[in-house]
């Protein structure tokens, strides 16, 4: 589901008012959902599922603005929103919880498609491109979630929380609560085609015996795994999954699955992401290392004893 809009650049300020009063606007909207969004700490279902209704509904009066993108909406909790380096889109996602401890998936994927037209010499024109797909969380019909390839209106649905800008697509991380005893993390891929039709899950996993679209990390509700991007090393590193007891019967059952305290990690190489086993973030030197050490003769007590 999506609608397309295509505009000049220069529109008449009539139309789509001023700065400011665009400003106006999506701040009280903002307000708005933040008012409404309380409503998803519900302990009662229903008013969890009338909350978002209410949700989707203040994001739509203002979803169809290409102005948007350039509004941050940072005082939000609920909601994830991404938006790349580049500012090709922003990616809104959210989730709602069910008594089943299952959870629904709901988001927006706004796309900014602006191109730059030579109109002779020296002379250009800039022609403003601007879809806004509405995010339809097909999750539960899918049976194998690491090979399927979808579009907004089939999303593979979870809460994303990091985009990586990578050559001719974007590496994006996400969360999925699922359910009472699997908890599971993604690493997905967004891309466009050549006609600008978004598709989540791309060929970009070098994996022996396996040709994944998406990689899905499977572990026990009970604890966490972390699985996050490291711009200075380049890499997404996240945490080695082990059963609880090697060679244990339970061995293969993701719910008695969970961290080894050993890490693993994703490298760009000539397009694709190859794993890097069992790397070192001990060695990981932060902004601190090169600072200059207190000299012990120039420190003052803090407190000092009669």
């Not at 169809?64 to 609920?78: A, G, R, V």
């Not at 609560?177 to 891929?189: A, E, G, Q, T």
């Not at 509700?221 to 997404?236: L, P, T």
Request: hydrophobic fraction near 35%.
């Amino acid at each position: 589901m999506f609608n397309r809009l295509l505009f000049l650049f220069f529109i008449p300020l009539s139309l789509i008012g001023t700065n400011d009063s665009l400003l106006q606007v999506f701040k009280k909207t903002e307000l708005k959902l933040q008012a409404i969004e309380k409503g998803f700490l519900s302990k009662i279902e229903k008013e969890r599922i009338e909350t978002n209704k209410k949700y989707l509904s203040a994001w739509n009066e203002i979803i169809s603005n290409p102005q948007i993108i350039n509004y941050s909406f940072d005082s939000l909790k609920e909601v994830s929103i991404l938006v790349p380096k580049d500012k090709k889109f922003m990616l809104i996602t959210w989730n709602l919880f069910k008594d089943d401890g299952t959870h629904a998936f709901f988001g927006y994927l706004l796309v900014n498609n602006s191109k730059r037209i030579k109109k002779g010499f020296l002379k250009h024109e800039t022609i403003e491109a601007y879809e806004h797909f509405t995010l339809i969380d097909q999750s539960p019909l899918v049976k194998s979630p690491e090979t399927y390839i979808g579009n907004p209106g089939k999303w593979f649905g979870m809460l994303y929380y990091s985009v990586i800008p990578c050559d001719g697509y974007y590496t994006l991380i996400g969360f999925d609560p699922n359910d009472k005893l699997v908890s599971r993390k993604f690493i997905d891929v967004l891309y466009f085609r050549s006609n600008g039709v978004p598709v989540f899950g791309k060929d970009v996993f070098k994996f022996a015996k396996k040709n994944p679209r998406r990689l899905m990390f499977e572990y026990s509700a009970d604890i966490s795994m972390s699985v996050k991007y490291n711009e200075k090393r380049g890499q997404i590193i996240y945490s080695h999954l082990a059963p609880r007891k090697e060679g244990d019967i339970l061995e293969g059952i993701p719910q008695y699955y969970g961290p080894d305290g050993s890490f693993d990690a994703l490298e760009l190489k000539k397009g694709k992401w190859v794993t890097v086993e069992d790397v070192d973030i001990r060695k990981e030197k932060t902004k601190n290392d090169k600072a200059k050490k207190p000299d012990p003769k120039e420190q003052k007590p803090v407190y000092s004893p009669k």
